[in-house]
C-alpha cells in the first residue's frame, strides 16, 4: 500500500508561479518512476511529467521549459514547480505511482489559472 498526498494548489495569475509538493507514505526509492498527471473539465487525465529512480525527467510538449519535477528522498516528496502559467493549465494535478504492479493515486489538487 502507497498513500500520496498533494498539496500546494491554488490561485494563480497567468505568468505566476506554482509549486505543487506530492508526499508518500514510503521511500520515493521504492518507485521505479513518479508521475505528475492532470485533468481538466471534460478533458482526459493527461501526464505532465515524470522522473525515474535515475533521475531522469520527461514532459508533456505543453509544459517544456515551464515545468520542472524533483524530488527530495529525505522527505519522500515529490515536487512540480510551475512557472509562467497559462489558464489552459488550471486543472486537478495528481501524482501516480507504480508500486509492486499497482498504480496508486493522491488525492489531487486544484489549480486555477485566472486574471
Known amino acids: 500500500q502507497v498513500q500520496l498526498v498533494e498539496s500546494g494548489g491554488g490561485l494563480a495569475q497567468p505568468g505566476g508561479s506554482l509549486r505543487l509538493s506530492c508526499g508518500a507514505s514510503r521511500s520515493i526509492f521504492s518507485f521505479n518512476v513518479m508521475g505528475w498527471y492532470r485533468q481538466a473539465p471534460g478533458k482526459q487525465r493527461e501526464l505532465v511529467a515524470s522522473?525515474?529512480?535515475?533521475?531522469?525527467?520527461e514532459y508533456a510538449d505543453s509544459v517544456k521549459g515551464r515545468f520542472a519535477t524533483s524530488r527530495d528522498s529525505a522527505k519522500n516528496t515529490l515536487y512540480l514547480r510551475m512557472n509562467s502559467l497559462k489558464p489552459e493549465d488550471t486543472a486537478v494535478y495528481y501524482c501516480n505511482v507504480r508500486f509492486l504492479g499497482t498504480f496508486y493515486w493522491g488525492q489531487g489538487t486544484q489549480v486555477t489559472v485566472s486574471s
Open positions: 522522473i525515474t529512480s535515475g533521475g531522469n525527467t
